[in-house]
């Protein structure tokens, strides 16, 4: 027999744009996306939120819920980088960029470059990072949001069905150098997951949603 795995949640946020409780994600997130140091936690009843939110952030970090759910997750780690994508259409004009986790600052911004779509743009945003890493010595771990791109630096092969043209040579040619510097070289960065729904929107994102 199969339970229903439907959850009610509330969001505590001690700090954001707005403080309160809130009942559903899209609320929460509203208030702590692109936040800097917001505070908030899921809880699984009204009156342990209430109480939470009666009291401070860090008596409740890393904390358990009632039914036994760990609801903490840990914040991003830094210093490290984020990389994300914003393209017009699918596919569209592309841009990528790369900047530093915890001071928003741009590393890098590539484009715009033409019949691109995310996927490709994160992809490269990945490997340009971890060429950037390498040349500065640095084993920062580099955030994205996109599991299909990270998947393809892992497997060193961008395994995209964008068809190419006239018009998005240049691109191909960036897709090409980058599978080639995987194939040849090795790295220490983490490439890890983004977790939009409990840290926020990435912080190199275009802000174009």
Request: aromatic share 12%; charged share 25%; proline share 5%.
């Amino acid at each position: 027999m199969t339970q229903s795995k439907s959850i009610t949640r509330y969001y505590v946020v001690w700090k954001g744009r707005k403080t309160g409780i809130f009942s559903s994600w899209p609320e929460a997130e509203a208030q702590v996306k692109g936040h800097v140091g917001a505070q908030f936690k899921a809880f699984d009843r009204l009156d342990e939120a209430r109480r939470a939110f009666a009291g401070e952030y860090e008596h409740y970090k890393g904390q358990k819920a009632s039914q036994g759910r760990l609801l903490e997750v840990p914040p991003p780690i830094t210093p490290s980088y984020c990389v994300d994508a914003a393209c017009s259409g699918n596919p569209g004009l592309l841009e990528y960029r790369c900047v530093d986790t915890a001071t928003g600052e741009e590393i890098f911004h590539r484009g715009p470059f033409e019949q691109g779509t995310n996927n490709v743009g994160e992809f490269l945003a990945i490997v340009e990072a971890l060429i950037w890493c390498q040349a500065q010595g640095r084993a920062w771990p580099i955030y994205s949001d996109s599991v299909n791109a990270l998947a393809w630096v892992r497997a060193k092969k961008a395994r995209t069905h964008l068809i190419r043209t006239p018009e998005n040579a240049k691109l191909f040619e960036r897709i090409a150098l980058a599978e080639a510097w995987l194939r040849s070289n090795t790295y220490p960065n983490l490439l890890l997951k983004w977790q939009t729904e409990h840290w926020g929107e990435n912080p190199a994102d275009f802000g174009r949603k």
